[in-house]
Each structure stands twice: as C-alpha cells, then as structure tokens.
C-alpha cells in the first residue's frame, strides 16, 4: 500500500464540464505525478509536482491544469472536459527526484460524453 | 519515436513454465529501468529495478536481465502462476534526470494458464 488516495475512483461527465480529480498522501512524499493510460499509449506524463505550489508540465498536459497547496494533496483539472480525455488517470508519488522508484494510487476512471 | 518499446503486445504460457517478458530501448543515457505489474482496475505496482552498473537483479521469482550494448532488458518470472496473470510496463529513466523524465512502455498482457 503506498500511502495514496485517488477520488473520485469513477466519474462519468458531460463534454463541456469542468472536472477535479484528488490525490491524497500519507508519505509525506516530496514529488507527485498525474498520469493518464490509454489503451495503445501505455502510461503518459500529465503534469507534476516537486513541492508545494511548484508544478510543472508533462507530456500530455494541453487541456489540463493542477494546483498542489498542501504537500498531501495534489489536484487535476480538466477545464473543459472533452470526449479526448476519457481515460483513467494515476497519481503517484517518489520520495526522492531521480533513480527512484515511482509509487501509483489505484486510479480514477474518467468518462466524458 | 518511441523511446521504450515492448514489442509484443500479449504473451500465454502454462502455469510453472517460465515467462519472458522482452523491453528495448532506443536513448543509451537511460541508466535505471523499472517492472510494474497492473491487474485490471488497479494502479500499476512495483514490480522489480534494475540499474545500469548491473546486469541481473533476482527477486524471488522475478529477475531482471540487461543487455547494455544491445539496449535491451528482460524480465523472468520462473515458475509462472496464475496470478501472474496481469499487464506488465517496463520504463526506463536517467539518474541525472528527474522521475518526471521516466518512459513506460506501451504494456504486455501476460496470461498463466493453469
């Protein structure tokens, strides 16, 4: 068990809504990631985190904006969800910045029609 | 371009049998690698590393083979079990990089058949 906690685990939203995933630790870990998995894309890098209100932009971060203010919680949102952002979606978190192994909550499906 | 690929998307093998699960990767400053199991709807867990100063790391059942000139890594499950039925990411990243910087593969899908 690695200490997180992802809601909502399920959410079906309509296209056009504002949507906010929460992830919640127990570690006390420094640095904390969003993730999406898509079939054929495997585990893409959404936007992360490297402390408290300092944030950073990942590989897949049009369309997606966080905001961390306490070192245990780490928010997603989808501005204006759109059917492209279906997906299921993991944090996780790594005590250390590098040559370290990264830790996943259980993962929140997303379905926007 | 992808950096990490694992080439074959499923693999099937009988219970007790050994699982080969194959990774190559394309970026040489890539120096420690990681194994994640995923079962359906669940996150990714941990599986196994390994880093670039070695070329084997044994857990149990599970080991971890790299071929540095040939960027290639492996993962051994011996003996397979039905519960090792599950998708299987490799990634890899840098030591001088942040986690941030970690590449996953696309996944495997192995299944043990009893």
């Known amino acids: 068990d690695a200490g997180i906690t992802q809601s909502p685990r399920h959410k079906v939203t309509e296209t056009g809504t504002p949507v906010t995933l929460r992830c919640h630790q127990t570690e006390n870990h420094r640095y904390m990631y969003w993730y999406r998995q898509d079939p054929g894309h495997g585990l893409r890098l959404i936007h992360y985190?490297?402390?408290?209100?300092?944030?950073d932009k990942g590989e897949v971060s049009d369309g997606y904006s966080v905001s961390r203010s306490k070192t245990e919680d780490f928010l997603l949102t989808l501005e204006s969800a759109t059917s492209s952002q279906t997906s299921v979606y993991f944090c996780?978190?790594?005590?250390?910045?590098?040559?370290?192994?990264?830790?996943f909550g259980e993962g929140s499906w997303l379905t926007v029609v | 371009d992808q950096q990490v690929k694992q080439n074959s998307p499923s693999l099937s093998v009988q219970e007790g049998r050994i699982s080969i699960l194959n990774c190559d990767y394309t970026n040489s400053m890539f120096d420690y690698f990681l194994w994640y199991k995923k079962y359906p709807a669940e996150g990714p867990t941990f599986l196994i590393s390994?880093?670039?100063?070695?070329d084997k790391n044994e857990d149990g059942r599970f080991t971890v083979f790299l071929n540095k000139s040939a960027k290639h890594l492996s993962l051994h499950i011996v003996p397979s079990q039905p519960g090792d039925s599950a998708v299987y990411f490799c990634?890899?990243?840098?030591?001088?990089?942040?986690?941030?910087?970690?590449?996953f593969g696309k996944g495997m899908k192995l299944t043990v058949n009893p």
């Open positions: 996780a978190i790594s005590a250390v910045s590098s040559g370290n192994t990264i830790y």
């Open positions: 990634a890899a990243g840098t030591t001088q990089g942040g986690s941030e910087k970690l590449v």
């Open positions: 985190s490297y402390g408290v209100k300092d944030t």
């Open positions: 390994i880093s670039s100063i070695k």
